[in-house]
């Protein structure tokens, strides 16, 4: 028994330290991001450096981060100054139990400060799992008019991810 007991423990401490959480360096905000973008601290979420799976493009001060339950959820926008039929959000879902095969796209709303809320239509990352990333998609129009038009401030809620609400904030231009 003894001789297998140093296979075990290394094996197990491989495998733990495979799942275990990267220590990302936190780079402090700009006064203004090269897109125009100037981020807003909230209360739930932090600005962290995106993971690899992020769009180059996307500034590293974008991105926000909600650590609450046993779920870590990291979402940058990748779009929001370009001119496009939809706005996109990186999202990186990390957990060590549970499984994380939930349809985003049900649980998130985007909301502007000029009172235009869309649902998103579709979350486009594999099911399951304990570290997912994908595409949260919304709607750039409403009604006919650009949910970003006149709005100062972006608010994405995620509801209901082993917790009852993540919200994450932008201040745009």
């Not at 994380?100 to 099911?127: E, Y």
């Not at 949260?136 to 509801?159: C, H, Q, R, W, Y």
Request: hydrophobic residues 40%; contains cysteine.
């Amino acid at each position: 028994m003894k001789r297998f007991a140093l296979p075990l423990f290394l094996t197990l401490t491989m495998i733990l330290a495979a799942c275990a959480p990267s220590q990302a360096s936190t780079n402090p905000p700009s006064a203004t991001s090269p897109s125009g973008l100037q981020p807003v601290p909230v209360l739930t979420s932090t600005a962290a450096a995106p993971s690899s799976a992020t769009d180059a493009n996307a500034p590293a001060d974008l991105t926000r981060s909600d650590q609450q339950g046993s779920v870590t959820v990291d979402v940058t926008p990748l779009n929001l100054s370009n001119s496009s039929d939809k706005i996109e959000f990186d999202v990186v879902l990390n957990t060590h139990s549970g499984d994380l095969s939930m349809d985003l796209a049900t649980l998130a709303t985007l909301t502007t400060d000029a009172g235009v809320s869309v649902q998103a239509t579709l979350w486009d990352a594999p099911r399951g799992g304990h570290h997912v990333d994908g595409k949260l998609i919304f709607p750039e129009l409403k009604d006919g008019k650009s949910i970003l038009g006149g709005a100062s401030k972006l608010t994405l809620t995620i509801v209901n991810v082993d917790a009852s609400s993540r919200i994450f904030v932008w201040q745009l231009k």
